[in-house]
Each structure stands twice: as structure tokens, then as C-alpha cells.
């Protein structure tokens, strides 16, 4: 039973087990870090990637809507590339062209009404939140940045109901517990 030949390849075995639970284990660890980020970039874009300024994309989006003016996706992204290079008032212009044509858009609606709180125009932001609201009840984006506009007003029991209203719609909502702390911190700032 213990032949020289049995015992050579129980070692082997071994040998071979051990090599591949090691190589296995390095391709694991390998998977589940983060890429490096290139110094030079300073952005996760893929190597090689061509350096495009805000303008050429900006010229870009103009180009495509000159092309497709009822296009309400494009509409939407270029307004949200507008709102993301903190041009506000221009993002306003074109969530309202998408409303116009998607009037039961609450995602739309959300956004318009976003872009309007960050214009300085409180009033319509509100209005449009709520036309939002009255369209799906339990839109959850709209809901979400309702928390984020009654803390940023100071208004903590408003922000505090529509969170409750949140947890009942969806306990394991993904933002829930940043909007709590948010909440928190800024209610003990008072």
C-alpha cells in the first residue's frame, strides 16, 4: 500500500494542490482590487483614451441635437453634462424641453426640479418635486433629493417624514443611511 511509486505521488498531489490554492488565491485578491489610477491622466479613464475637452463635448452634444432636435435621451444627458459643469440655468432650459415633450416624466420632472434648486429658483424646484410626486408616489430619486433640498432648507421635520416615507416604501434603499447621517449631522450643527 505504501509503495515508494504511491508515496511520489501523494506528494506530488500535495505539491500540485497546494501550487494551485496559491495561484488561485492571487488571481482572487488580483480581481477584487481597484485598477490603478495612471498619475499622469489623474482620471479612471482607459489608457490611451483621447483627452476631450468640456467644450468638443459640449460641441459634440450640439452637433447631435442639430441632428435628432426631439431626442429626449440626448436632451437629458446634454442637460445633465450641462448641470454636472455647474451651468445650472442652461440645465434648466433643457429639462424643460424634455418635459415638454414627456409631461408624465417623473424622472424628468426630478431632474428639472434639481436644476432649478441649484439655479436659485426654490419655489418652481419645489413645484416641479411635487408634479413629480403626483406622477409616481413613490419615485424614490425624487424622494431621495427631496431629503437632500429639506436639509439644505433647514426644514429637519419635512426631511425626517420623507425619509420614514422612504423606509416604508423601500427599507434597503441603497441611500437611506447616508441621508440619515446627512440628516444627523446637520440637525446637530443647528
Do not use: C
Not at 64 to 82: I, Q, S
Not at 133 to 143: E, F, R, V, Y
Request: charged letters at 20%; zero cysteines.
Amino acid at each position: 500500500m505504501f509503495s515508494s511509486r504511491n508515496i511520489h505521488f501523494a506528494i506530488l498531489g500535495i505539491i500540485l494542490g497546494a501550487t494551485s490554492g496559491y495561484i488561485l488565491a492571487f488571481y482572487q485578491v488580483q480581481a477584487s482590487m481597484a485598477p490603478a489610477v495612471s498619475r499622469s491622466q489623474g482620471s479612471n479613464l482607459p489608457s490611451g483614451h483621447p483627452n476631450v475637452s468640456n467644450e468638443q463635448v459640449l460641441a459634440m452634444f450640439k452637433a447631435a441635437l442639430e441632428k435628432n432636435p426631439n431626442d429626449t435621451t440626448l436632451m437629458t444627458k446634454y442637460a445633465n453634462f450641462l448641470f454636472d459643469l455647474g451651468r445650472a440655468p442652461e440645465a434648466v432650459e433643457w429639462f424643460q424641453k424634455v418635459v415638454a415633450l414627456q409631461p408624465q416624466n417623473a424622472d424628468a420632472r426630478t431632474d428639472l426640479a434639481t436644476a432649478l434648486w441649484n439655479a436659485g429658483q426654490k419655489d418652481k424646484a419645489m413645484t416641479e418635486y411635487q408634479t413629480a410626486l403626483s406622477i409616481d408616489p413613490k419615485h424614490m430619486a425624487t424622494l431621495h433629493n427631496l431629503v437632500i433640498v429639506y436639509t439644505e432648507d433647514r426644514n429637519f421635520p419635512a426631511a425626517e417624514k420623507t425619509l420614514k416615507q422612504m423606509e416604508g416604501l423601500d427599507p434597503k434603499y441603497q441611500g437611506l443611511e447616508t441621508l440619515k447621517a446627512r440628516l444627523k449631522e446637520l440637525e446637530g450643527a443647528k
